[in-house]
């Protein structure tokens, strides 16, 4: 586990920005690209929740759902706290690193049947992904849903030449303004079928530089097939 923890206090007010500015609507469209398949989910963990813009617009979209989020930022917290509105008495804040973060326990509310992580995991070592996907699985609903936006580097020319510079250039850049040391993505992939989950869908932008992603949790014996979708 890094020892250090990054701080993304600073990034709250104008995260919005810098994310339009650099990446257009694009990370955005990632959020959202499963949203309308979690209807049937009414309790939600979302993890580095960011600026909360999709916390709200989730809490919108479902008028029964309540939200657990955590993240190491008190900035960003209260940033959706105040995103949230009238419905922030659907949502508990906890202030917490997610690499050593724990369920509350006893658990009073249901499990939850649905994980958020977008643009999270890269802050991670795969150890640490899995380490944390091991601890939610025993925390979620057998057929809990895990919703995950990341970047990535395709394996063709364009891997090569533009996303892998590219992502290790926001690294560089992500670690002056926040402290965060890592320099490379995490494998997550292989980190959350370790954990007990399986790929469903996965629809990529921008040549495979953004990736959105809704994983499963799989019961023993039970294959799912991912369907990718380039756009």
């Given amino acids: 586990m890094n020892e250090s923890l990054p701080n993304f206090d600073r990034l709250a007010k104008p995260y919005r920005w810098m994310e339009f500015l650099t990446f257009g609507p694009f990370l955005w469209w990632c959020r959202c690209t499963y949203l309308s398949e979690l209807g049937a989910c009414s309790r939600a963990l ?7 813009r999709f916390s709200a617009r989730l809490l919108n979209e479902s008028q029964t759902i309540h939200i657990d ?3 190491a930022s008190s900035a960003m917290l209260h940033a959706l706290e105040q995103r ?8 508990r804040i906890q202030l917490a690193d997610v690499r050593n973060w724990q369920p509350p326990f006893p658990i009073v509310a249901p499990p939850y049947d649905l994980i958020v992580t977008h643009f999270l995991l890269d802050c991670l070592t795969t150890e640490e992904v ?3 996907a091991t601890r939610l699985r025993h925390n979620a609903t057998p057929s809990a849903l895990w919703l995950v936006s990341e970047f990535a580097v395709p394996s063709n020319w364009f891997g090569r030449l533009v996303a892998r510079p ?10 002056q303004l926040t402290g965060l040391n890592l320099r490379s993505l995490p494998d997550h992939p292989t980190a959350l079928k370790a954990a007990g989950f399986a790929l469903d869908k ?4 921008l040549g495979g530089l953004l990736a959105s992603e809704l994983w499963r949790a ?3 014996n039970q294959p799912i097939n991912p369907t990718p979708t380039p756009l």
């Avoid at 949230?84 to 008495?89: C, D, E, H, I, R």
């Avoid at 590219?166 to 670690?175: D, E, K, Q, R, S």
Wanted: glycine share 16%; aromatic share 6%.
């Fill in 46 to 52: 979302v993890l580095g929740c960011g600026d909360g």
């Fill in 69 to 71: 989020a955590v993240d």
């Fill in 84 to 91: 949230a509105g009238s419905n922030a008495v659907r949502v």
């Fill in 218 to 220: 799989q019961l023993p």
């Fill in 166 to 175: 590219l992502v290790g250039a926001l690294y560089l850049i992500f670690g």
């Fill in 202 to 205: 996965r629809r990529t932008r």
């Fill in 130 to 132: 899995q380490n944390l």
